[in-house]
């Protein structure tokens, strides 16, 4: 039997279920950044931790090192003290963006690096 697929249709790999998070929480008291994903996943990201693998130009020194996944070891054992987030923006639908307490604010946190950030994710 054939079938009839309509001009529009999308490649199948456009099709795939980008992962996009439901809820963001940064809970203060825990020092910790919750994320619900879309596929059920939950992530706890210590504040300290996401501010050791920021993914800024200046923090990964230099443009020859962007792109690359955080070192999940990095955001696991970063000792969850000192810097404190005070402030999270969305960047349009893809990225957060963080200001940090030591003044630092210039990383923007892909969803996809977000995730990546996750040791369990």
Avoid at 16 to 32: H, Q
Avoid at 105 to 117: C, D, K, M, S
Wanted: contains cysteine; glycine residues 8%.
């Amino acid at each position: 039997m054939e079938q009839n697929i309509p001009r529009q249709a999308k490649p199948l790999q456009q099709q795939a279920v980008k992962l996009r998070p439901t809820a963001v929480t940064a809970d203060r008291s825990r020092r910790e950044l919750l994320i619900s994903w879309n596929d059920g996943h939950q992530s706890r990201l210590p504040f300290a931790g996401l501010r050791a693998v920021c993914p800024c130009v200046e923090c990964r020194g230099g443009h020859a090192h962007m792109g690359q996944p955080p070192d999940v070891d990095k955001v696991r054992d970063t000792p969850n003290e000192g810097v404190t987030l005070e402030k999270v923006e969305a960047m349009g639908s893809y990225a957060l963006q963080f200001v940090w307490s030591d003044g630092h604010y210039t990383g923007i946190y892909t969803w996809e690096y977000l995730r990546q950030a996750d040791s369990l994710g």
